[in-house]
């Protein structure tokens, strides 16, 4: 059975879906701190299968070991964490004790439990300001922000554990944007409040929900001087997290590896997806650049090719496509959707 920490949220309830239906038995463990429990019912939905969950702090180590002894846990999933960067720079010290001391406390019950498979959730935010484009696995790291240094941090800790103890199989998987929803519309992405990052934002302009989308800089070093990003279609991802495990079942250490697309489109590239998935104008205005963004950030995702015969499968139109899908049936996400 695989233990999938956080496993209610965005790419977590995505995966929990495509592990199911592969076939494997998953426990979610999640506080539901940023989740809604209907994402739950919907995979059950759409599976036919139980999700059983359990919820739950990953940083209650009673509760861990409990969790690790009434259950044939093999491996983990750990998406569990907080994921705003702007929040993070205001509060530096729940993303330290989220991300970085949470998987520390879930790394030593996994230790006492004697399971020690685990795939973590990291960031394309760990290479920085890339000095080139496409980005590979070797490229310098480097952090801008509370919530990109917790994800090198522990990046760092699970090198030295697999160094400390060569018994640990650990797949560290880099995500560029993931976005888009599974086709059915019963799951996606529901930010809490304004969204921070752009899909999200385009489609609450498309359904009306916001009025203009804020273009953060129009005078980049890019095709329309607009920033430049490697979305992914989060069942890609999912499938990315499937193909990792299989592999960490083969070979110990650590496995760090790039999950994206290889393609990059600009902010206003998305938006012209997105009307033309949604048939509505996006209505959108010029702003300055935002803090702490790139010009450029795209994956070179060959060595996941090669290691684990893993490639993203769907487009920017199939990912706005299903964006939209999602946002018409649930126009405010989980809260009050109609659907069951
Ligand atoms: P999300 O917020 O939808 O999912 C995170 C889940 O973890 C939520 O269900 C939340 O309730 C739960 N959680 C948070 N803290 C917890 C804790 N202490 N104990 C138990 N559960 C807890 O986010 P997501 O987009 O699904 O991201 C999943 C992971 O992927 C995160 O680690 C995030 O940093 C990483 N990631 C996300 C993106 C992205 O753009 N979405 C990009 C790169 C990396
Ligand atoms: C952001 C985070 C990154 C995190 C990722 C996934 C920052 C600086 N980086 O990446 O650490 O891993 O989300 O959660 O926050 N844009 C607009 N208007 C908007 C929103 C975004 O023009 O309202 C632009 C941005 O300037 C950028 C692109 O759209 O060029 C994508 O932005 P976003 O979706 O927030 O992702 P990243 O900034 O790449």
Partial sequence: MILVTGGAGYIGSHTVLTLLEAGQDVLVLDNFCNANKKSLERVSALTGREVPWVEGDIRDAALLDDVFSQHEIDSVIHFAGLKAVGESVQKPLDYFDNNVNGTLVLCSAMSRADVKKIVFSSSATVYGDPASVPIRENFPTAATNPYGRSKLMVEEILQDLAVSDPQWR???????????????????EDPNGIPNNLVPFVSQVAIGRREVLSVFGND??????????????????????????????????????????????????????????SDRKVAYEFHPRRAGDIARCYADPAHAEEVLGWTAEFDIEKMMVDTWRWQQKNPNGYSDSTLS
């Avoid at 650990?170 to 996606?188: C, K």
């Avoid at 980049?220 to 979305?231: C, E, F, L, M, P």
């Fill in 220 to 277: 980049y070093d890019t095709t329309d001087g607009t920033g430049v990003r490697d979305y992914i279609h989060v069942t890609d991802l999912a499938k990315g997290h499937l193909m990792a495990l299989d592999y960490l079942s083969r070979h110990d250490g650590v496995h760090t590896f790039n999950l994206g697309t290889g393609k990059g489109y600009s902010v206003l590239e998305v938006v012209q997806a997105f009307e033309k998935a």
């Fill in 170 to 188: 650990i797949s560290v998987l880099r995500y560029f944007n993931p976005v888009g929803a599974h086709d059915s519309g019963m799951i996606g």
